[in-house]
């Protein structure tokens, strides 16, 4: 059973960068981590959860919403079991509870932060910027 966990999170000044972790339990050798689709989301108080940044199977492609694009950095390393989200020039807006989700549905070598079968989520970690 996949099991997704999220760290990283904190306080931050406006300007600043933080790095979250999403590390993943669960896999095998049929279905390592390249094989699946991985997503950041963000939920902030009294807004609709967004789509941050995605990640196909293999790494092949990479999505970004507007608001992040040129900030964020989304990346794996198989080794470790880890898909990162670097967070760099963060904003005041950017604050929410962040939350990584697997696609377990098929091998894809596509995703958008718009749509996706996301079926497996983390706990979530708060990252709050603020000076």
């Known amino acids: 059973q996949l099991q997704l966990v999220e760290s990283g999170g904190g306080l931050v000044q406006p300007g600043g960068s933080l790095r979250l972790s999403c590390t993943v339990s669960g896999l095998t050798s049929d279905r390592p981590l390249a094989y699946y689709v991985i997503a950041w989301f963000r939920q902030a108080p009294g807004k609709e959860r967004e789509g941050v940044s995605c990640s196909s199977s293999q790494a092949i492609r990479t999505d970004y919403a507007d608001s992040v694009k040129d900030r964020f950095t989304i990346s794996r390393d198989n080794a470790k079991s880890t898909v990162y989200l670097q967070m760099d020039n963060l904003k005041p807006e950017d604050t929410a509870v962040y939350y990584c989700?697997?696609?377990?549905?098929?091998?894809?070598?596509?995703?958008?932060?718009?749509?996706?079968?996301?079926?497996?989520w983390g706990q979530g970690t708060q990252v709050t910027v603020s000076s």
């Open positions: 989700a697997a696609d377990q549905s098929s091998w894809k070598n596509y995703c958008s932060v718009n749509s996706g079968h996301f079926d497996t």
